[in-house]
């Protein structure tokens, strides 16, 4: 078991909430299907206050938003359930079960093709089904796309680059290919950039981040691990990184594509998920789960592919 960690914390929490809707049964005499009403609303209002507190933190402390990206109040709404679904869709009935695999190649490799393999790289605390949707919109545009999982769910984001170099040759060997791109949402950005730290630029034609802190983000301030560490605003690990990325090239980004949305509830200021002189593409009315369940995220990254060249 992959999530077994976020099968814990759902466990745990259906069973608080599931006394407290006995204890209204028996106590108080409600009926069974009152008292699982209750308790199922305990769920989706403790999730309702927690992302829009997210929001309004991350706007607090948010980068000034373009004149031409302003979103009307109508839409914010729209942004915000989308953001509560992809939560609750992700964070209830798919991390917590995704079983664990003997190899990433679940699939076959295909047959040859111009268009390179993708590997997408997972964010914090989550696993491969947080492609589950993005991955399938990838392939029906005739796309080879891999998943993986990084474990444990805690760790220096150095700790899981030998992982993801497993993972990159794997797939090179079995699709016979030079290079492949990586997309990493959130996390996932880091622990591609900690890759190419350890282990150089030569496998990686492209690196496509979606949401990625890349210079840190206030809101690690209300988490912890040595990873959450790591992603702080100021965190010396990144500082670390970016003067070692300095010394190996006078233009270190010039691979990167970052994904950014100026309403990113989890990345502030939203624009620290940015590189520079990287390609960066800002998009607003997003948060920062919908961008991997975003149709508008996949055109964009669909755009950036076309333009990818992959040596053999």
């Known amino acids: 078991m992959v999530g077994w960690h976020l ?38 209002g403790v999730r309702m206050v927690l992302v829009a507190a997210e929001f309004v933190l991350a706007r607090r402390r948010g980068s000034r938003i373009p004149d031409d990206l302003h979103t009307p109040p109508s839409r914010l709404l729209a942004m915000y359930l989308h953001e509560l679904g992809g939560w609750l869709l992700m964070f209830t009935f798919v991390l917590p079960f ?21 590997l997408l790289v997972h964010s914090f605390t989550c696993n491969r ?17 891999y998943t993986f999982d990084y474990k444990p769910p805690f760790a220096p984001i150095a700790h899981y680059a030998p992982q993801l170099a497993q993972a990159v040759d794997e797939i090179l060997q079995a699709t016979g290919t030079g290079q492949l791109v990586l997309i990493g949402h959130s996390m996932g950005g880091l622990v591609s950039r900690a890759y190419l730290d350890q282990f150089g630029t030569g496998k990686v034609a492209h690196v496509i981040t979606l949401g990625t ?33 300095a010394r190996r090239s006078k233009n270190p980004y010039e691979k990167f594509s970052c994904i950014f949305t100026h309403h990113d509830n989890l990345v502030a200021p939203q624009t620290n998920a940015t590189l520079p002189n990287a390609d960066c593409i800002a998009l607003s009315g997003i ?26």
Do not use: C
């Open 287 to 312: 948060g920062h789960v919908s961008l991997v369940l975003s149709g508008a995220v996949v055109k964009h990254v669909l755009a950036v592919l076309e333009r990818v060249h992959v040596g053999r």
């Open 98 to 118: 995704v079983l664990s695999r003997r190899s990433l190649l679940d699939r076959p490799a295909g047959a040859p093709s111009d268009k390179p393999p993708l």
């Open 129 to 145: 089904g947080n492609w589950f949707w993005f991955q399938r919109q990838l392939e029906r545009h005739g796309y080879r796309v």
């Open 7 to 44: 099968l814990l914390l759902l466990v745990i929490e259906v069973a608080a909430y599931g006394a407290a809707g006995r204890h209204m049964h028996v106590a108080h005499g409600w009926s069974i299907p009152s008292a699982i009403a209750f308790a199922a609303a305990i769920y989706l």
């Open 213 to 245: 802190p890349h210079q840190g983000t206030w809101m690690a301030k209300l988490a912890a691990g040595p990873n959450v560490r790591n992603m702080a605003d100021g965190s010396p690990w990144l500082a670390a990184l970016r003067e070692r990325e």
